[in-house]
T-cell receptor
Framework: AQSVTQLDSQVPVFEEAPVELRCNYS??????LFWYVQYPNQGLQLLLK??????LVESINGFEAEFNKSQTSFHLRKPSVHISDTAEYFC??????????FGSGTRLSIRP | NAGVTQTPKFRILKIGQSMTLQCTQD?????MYWYRQDPGMGLKLIYY???????DKGEVPNGYNVSRSTTEDFPLRLELAAPSQTSVYFC?????????????FGQGTRLTVV
């Protein structure tokens, strides 16, 4: 069975500081990995995804995540955050033969 | 493309009433899901379906029922609504197979049981 763990339930950072949101997964088969973002009072939007190929994937708003098979991780990073990045972030894992499983979420709060 | 369409967007129910949340997707996805999200909390899987005619329980199925008669539709039925079912409900779909996709979400249904 697959599982995904988001190690931090809340991450407070100052504006323009770097941030890393951690995500680890367990699976016995090849995986697909995703990060979703949920802004206050909105639904979930896909931020970025790893299906195959390059292990480093990027979003249009400056986030990136790297698939690390040996460490079974898919951490999300941004070198400089903005107030508008305040949101909840969900990591998710699936495979070619299983449903998508979501982590418990990390609330990113940005301080001016 | 419409993607995943959920109706209604808002609903207030009285205790003991029943209702059906509708969900339709037009992407020919095999998997469909229903989640609930309580304030300040993550997603909890209620039910999911791997294809027409096949459904399975998630983490919190009690008080809900689903059916999947077609690939496109995955309605969620609440029988005998209770205050504990006050939540935001999200429907989602995905393609699981070689070259799988992410989950696509509907806009959510905010349900209040009074």
């Amino acid at each position: 069975a697959q599982s995904v763990t988001q190690l931090d339930s809340q991450v407070p950072v100052f504006e323009e500081a770097p941030v890393e949101l951690r995500c680890n997964y367990s699976s016995s088969v090849s995986v697909y990995l995703f990060w979703y973002v949920q802004y206050p009072n909105q639904g979930l939007q896909l931020l970025l995804k790893y299906l195959s190929g390059s292990t480093l994937v990027e979003s249009i708003n400056g986030f990136e995540a790297e698939f690390n098979k040996s460490q079974t991780s898919f951490h999300l990073r941004k070198p400089s955050v903005h107030i508008s990045d305040t949101a909840e972030y969900f990591c998710a894992v699936s495979s070619s033969a299983s449903k998508i499983i979501f982590g418990s979420g990390t609330r990113l709060s940005i301080r001016p | 493309n419409a993607g995943v369409t959920q109706t209604p967007k808002f609903r207030i129910l009285k205790i003991g009433q029943s209702m059906t949340l509708q969900c339709t997707q037009d992407m020919n996805h095999n998997y469909m899901y229903w989640y609930r999200q309580d304030p300040g909390m993550g997603l909890k899987l209620i039910y999911y379906s791997v294809g027409a005619g096949i459904t399975d329980k998630g983490e919190v199925p009690n008080g809900y029922n689903v059916s999947r008669s077609t690939t496109e539709d995955f309605p969620l039925r609440l029988e005998l609504a209770a205050p504990s079912q006050t939540s935001v409900y999200f429907c989602a779909s995905s393609y699981t197979g070689q070259g799988g996709t992410e989950a696509f979400f509907g806009q959510g249904t905010r349900l209040t049981v009074v």
